[in-house]
């Protein structure tokens, strides 16, 4: 009867944080939406969500460490609620990336705009969105080969952004009116990238979810 109990307990807590991980990654898919179409609204509304995501993760926290204090897990078990607790704060990191993003939407109304640069940030934010997604269900299915596969895609992130970074240079010596602008996509390059960063983290955890040891991957 315990164990049905705590199983239920670990599903509902693998469930929350599959959960907030789809917010973080709606969000996300927002915030670049709202940055390359100068959607100020849309950005509030990613700012103003990035405080639930925050409860979430203080949710987790509270269960993880209830759990792991009542219930004494070993082994594998202990491993799992870790797993939550570490890559739970993981996924809030993220989210405060994504907010960022919103808060340069914002800062940037009625700045003079580089347009390909922005065609490119909504490339890569899709890119970006697209490892998020796969690290949550490669989590969900506890695959450590998906995980691996997943990771070494964040050198695609790094070229694109590179190549981003080019562009947003040339047209800053171009134009000095897209000064401000382009200061404003370098950052958002940053935060794409660490967004990537905390998505392999998460491919991480899943490694060690499944082996016990941690590696870098």
Known sequence: ML??????????LHNQFYSM????????????????????DLAEDVIEGDHAINEQEKSLETQSL?????????????????????ASSDLERMGDHVASIAKATI????EERIHIVEEDISLLGEKVKSI??????AYIQGNDKRAHEIAEQQYTIKNMSREIQEKVLEGMKENSETVTTGKEYLLTLVYLER???YAVNLCEWIVYLNSGNIIEL
């Not at 991980?21 to 179409?37: D, E, I």
């Open 3 to 12: 164990r049905t109990q705590f199983e239920e307990d670990l599903n509902k």
């Open 21 to 40: 991980g789809t917010q973080v990654s709606a969000q996300l898919n927002k915030a670049v939406r709202a940055f390359v179409s100068h959607d100020r």
């Open 66 to 86: 209830e759990m792991i204090a009542l219930q004494q897990p070993v082994s594998s078990d202990l491993r799992t609620i870790i797993t939550v607790l570490k």
């Open 107 to 110: 800062s940037l109304k009625g």
């Open 132 to 137: 998020v997604d796969a690290s949550l269900n």
């Open 195 to 197: 967004i990537t960063g």
